[in-house]
């Protein structure tokens, strides 16, 4: 599918429009970006809770797992008072300090390198299977069981030797902070890492956004946000998740009711992957769709909504209609949601 994308690039935010559409904004805060790395001492040993309490020289304490998940991961134990590298997996929110791993990865256009680690993986997003044998391969073979390497789904038919070049500047910026380098992550050199390998028609430097985007921007703080036709998405978030419900409104439809609940549906669809990836909604979703009256309908609708995630840049899994009839899914936190940002 042909799609325009723009990046806008100030010193204050970075930007990500999509055939006219704002799907995503980020102030540029590099004390609050998911990704960084740091360097920190261990303030309390809670072997009870299974993890350790961090200063990393903010307001409250990072959390720390005492045992990473990964089973490939190769760093020894640690102490209280040791003074450690550690990434931040998610961010700091109400009275919760940041999630840590020692389990740092570095991201490339193509690769992800983790240098602690020994796993290497293809990611999900890459569906052929021939594909993914061949790119677990190459993997494999650029790691040489010195590193964990994930192949990221622009790697998809890439030459080996590009992925090598990426490779060795990975490696070079892992030794660099090793050697006492600034590891901090430039929130700008990640946007742009990201997008462009998915297709970028232009990066502009701009003081502001264009004023439509800039009025998209501030739709983004409403509950309710029309669909094309009549019909309306309404979005509540909560402690535990985000509810987002489907309604047909003032769309009577000029055919039969089951033309008329696809339709918007469908139209929900997109707007729904824009609103969660504008506000930057993460953790688990609930979606509310109109009730459908048949199997076929209940599948094109998800085909739907998978198709548009396609897009998004942050891992997303749809994990498909619970008991109730509703959709279910889950999206990594990577930053603070648009409605913290506000607060900040």
């Known amino acids: 599918m042909n ?23 980020i102030p540029f805060r590099k ?15 809670m072997p009870g809770l299974g993890a350790a309490f961090v200063d990393i020289g903010r307001n409250k ?9 990964s089973q490939t991961f190769t760093e020894p134990d640690f102490r209280s008072g040791d003074r450690i590298l550690v990434q931040i997996r998610k961010e700091e929110t109400g ?24 796993f290497t993986g293809v990611s999900a997003r890459v569906k052929d299977p021939e594909e993914r044998s061949r790119m677990l391969r190459t993997g494999k073979a650029l790691a040489g069981d010195r590193f964990g390497i994930v192949m990221r789904e622009a790697a998809a038919g890439m030459p080996e030797e590009m992925l090598r070049e990426e490779l060795d500047r990975l490696t070079t910026q892992w030794n660099e902070i090793l050697n006492g380098a ?15 390998p998915r297709g970028t028609e232009r990066i502009e430097r701009a003081e502001k956004l264009p004023p439509n985007l800039e009025r998209q921007l501030r739709e983004a703080e409403h509950r309710k946000i029309r669909l094309p036709h009549g019909g309306n998405i309404v979005i509540d978030r909560c402690e535990a998740m985000t509810v987002i419900d489907v309604n047909s409104a003032s769309d009577s439809g000029e055919g039969n009711r089951r033309e008329t609940v696809l339709r ?25 769709m109109i009730d459908m009256e048949t199997e076929e309908d209940r599948a094109c609708v998800l085909r739907a ?39 900040m």
Request: hydrophobic share 40%; with cysteine; charged share 30%.
């Open 305 to 343: 909504l998978e198709e548009a995630f396609q897009r998004d840049r942050i891992k997303t899994v749809i994990h498909g209609y619970t008991s109730l009839g509703l959709i279910e899914m889950t999206r990594k936190r990577s930053r603070a949601a648009w409605q913290e940002q506000q607060s």
């Open 182 to 196: 600034d590891p901090e992550i430039d929130p700008e050199d990640e946007l742009v890492r990201d997008y462009v």
């Open 3 to 25: 799609m325009e994308r723009i990046i806008y690039l100030s010193d204050h935010f970075g930007a990500v429009a999509e055939d006219g559409r704002l799907v995503e904004y």
């Open 264 to 288: 918007t549906n469908m139209e929900a669809c997109e707007e729904i992957m824009i609103q969660v990836r504008l506000r930057n909604l993460s953790g688990i979703l609930i979606l509310d």
């Open 31 to 45: 004390e609050d970006c998911a990704g960084q790395i740091l360097r920190g001492r261990v303030d309390r040993m």
């Open 95 to 118: 009275n919760k300090g940041a999630f840590l791993t020692r389990d740092i990865s570095l991201a490339g256009s193509y690769l992800i390198l983790m240098p602690r680690n020994r």
């Open 61 to 69: 304490d990072g959390f720390l797992p005492l045992k990473e998940s």
